[in-house]
């Protein structure tokens, strides 16, 4: 079965940098699931794997503006040190996770640090890099939206069935019912014969 847009799709995947270097995998775990062409995955990843067969492998790389975006300059504000969680010295590289006025976390890290600030970059970690991916399609299946209509249709199908079987049980009693009748009347009738 191909992999079609709303197919369900498991599949194993390595993802690496143009050096080489792994950023992420799932053979420590399992297999990456999700629905084709729903924006599950980032745009590059989802265009690859549509087409694909179960059981096919692919290699292909994807530029950083079908992946996480080129590294927008403007998401690097500067904040006062005093603005930091006091417990840790800030350096350069340091993750952290900011509040936004919303109440939403968003990860970012500290790109540099000066005497009184830091800049801080909420650009995605891997914006602005080109990724490269190997995957192999483990399992396809059939869009949830036709499991469902296939799930209706045995549903109606057991219904027609349950309703045809009480039709039947229905008729078969009415015929007892007639039979049962025939059967006292004549008995009537020769009853009354006998008295005559």
């Given at each position: 079965m191909k ?5 369900k799709v498991f599949?194993?995947y ?12 799932s053979s420590s ?14 745009p590059?990843?989802?265009a690859?794997?549509?087409g694909?067969d179960?059981g ?7 530029e950083?503006k079908?992946?996480y ?17 006091q417990?840790?010295?800030p350096?350069?590289g ?5 509040n936004?006025?919303?109440g ?8 540099e ?11 995605h ?5 080109k ?8 399992k ?7 499991e469902?209509e ?7 199908e ?5 309703e045809?079987?009480?039709v039947?049980?229905e ?9 049962e ?6 008995v ?8 005559n």
């Amino acid at each position: 079965m191909k992999v079609e847009n709303g197919s369900k799709v498991f599949l194993d995947y390595e993802g690496k940098f143009e050096n080489g270097e792994v950023f992420d995998s799932s053979s420590s775990g399992s297999p990456l699931e999700f629905i084709a062409g729903s924006g599950q995955v980032i745009p590059g990843f989802d265009a690859a794997v549509l087409g694909m067969d179960e059981g096919e492998e692919k290699e292909f790389e994807i530029e950083p503006k079908d992946a996480y975006g080129e590294i927008n300059e403007e998401l690097k504000k500067e904040i006062p040190k005093s603005a930091l969680p006091q417990d840790k010295t800030p350096e350069a590289g340091m993750s952290l996770v900011m509040n936004a006025p919303n109440g939403q976390q968003i990860p970012a890290k500290i790109s540099e640090v000066t005497e009184e600030s830091v800049i801080v970059d909420l650009n995605h970690p891997l914006a602005g890099k080109k990724l490269i991916f190997k995957i192999k399609v483990v399992k396809v299946h059939e869009s949830p939206a036709e499991e469902i209509e296939e799930e209706v249709e045995e549903i109606m199908e057991d219904e027609i069935q349950e309703e045809v079987e009480e039709v039947n049980e229905e008729n078969s009693e009415k015929e007892e019912e007639s039979n049962e009748k025939e059967v006292e009347e004549k008995v009537e009738e020769n009853d009354k014969e006998r008295e005559n």
